[in-house]
């Protein structure tokens, strides 16, 4: 059975890093986190190394800076979080969540067009 995968705010904020940057040092992230909040640097390195021991990344030693990569999908936590929401927020409604969210924050035209053609795709396959 896989286990969930469930990391916390601080490794959220991690992995977009990695994921947004690529495979990075510690120095790398922590100077990213440190744009938008005040954060000490063993922090970050205690926290990717917790995160080395939970799988959610890898390692490469073979240079002085040690380079960390990201060994979950952005996709796979995605889905993973937004079906916690649904499902414990939402009581199962996909529909409720959508409202709310679009509610809560206007999407752009882009964002729009997106949601129509998932809409139109969604249609078709019923």
Known sequence: MKKK?????AELEIMQILWSDGPSS?????????KTKEVY???TLKTMQIMLDKGLLSRDTSERAHIYKPEIDKSAIEK???DKIV???????TSNMIISAMGN??????????I???IDQ????K
């Open 5 to 9: 995968i469930k990391p916390t705010e």
């Open 26 to 34: 510690v120095r790398h992230v922590h100077q990213q986190l440190s």
């Open 41 to 43: 640097y063993t922090t």
């Open 80 to 82: 993973t979080m937004i």
């Open 87 to 93: 499902n414990t927020v939402f009581r199962g409604s």
């Open 105 to 114: 924050r206007t999407p752009s035209k882009a964002e729009l067009q997106e």
């Open 116 to 118: 129509k053609k998932l």
């Open 122 to 125: 969604l249609s078709k396959d």
